[in-house]
């Protein structure tokens, strides 16, 4: 990314793989996407994660809310 991409929005979407307690960057990239709420997550604050699903949660809620929808699809199979 240059100093004109950076001036004018040019944030580019990273490719991560996540693992316990850390993620590798695939891709570069200056954010992930939240698995739930869709919203960009700057790869400095990233800080939850699932590493059997390999997404990413903007926050705690949404990491809970994603782990209740996976029992509740678990529990009806």
Do not use: H
């Not at 793989?17 to 996407?33: H, N, S, Y």
């Not at 869709?38 to 994603?66: F, H, M």
């Amino acid at each position: 990314m240059n100093r004109f991409e950076k001036m004018f929005g040019g944030r580019r979407e990273a490719k991560v793989r996540f693992k316990d307690g850390e993620f590798q960057i695939l891709t570069a990239g200056d954010f992930v996407r939240c698995a739930v709420t869709g919203e960009q997550i700057d790869l400095q604050n990233l800080r939850y994660w699932s590493v059997p699903d390999q997404e990413a949660y903007a926050s705690a809620e949404a990491s809970l809310k994603r782990a209740l929808e996976r029992r509740a699809a678990s529990s009806k199979a």
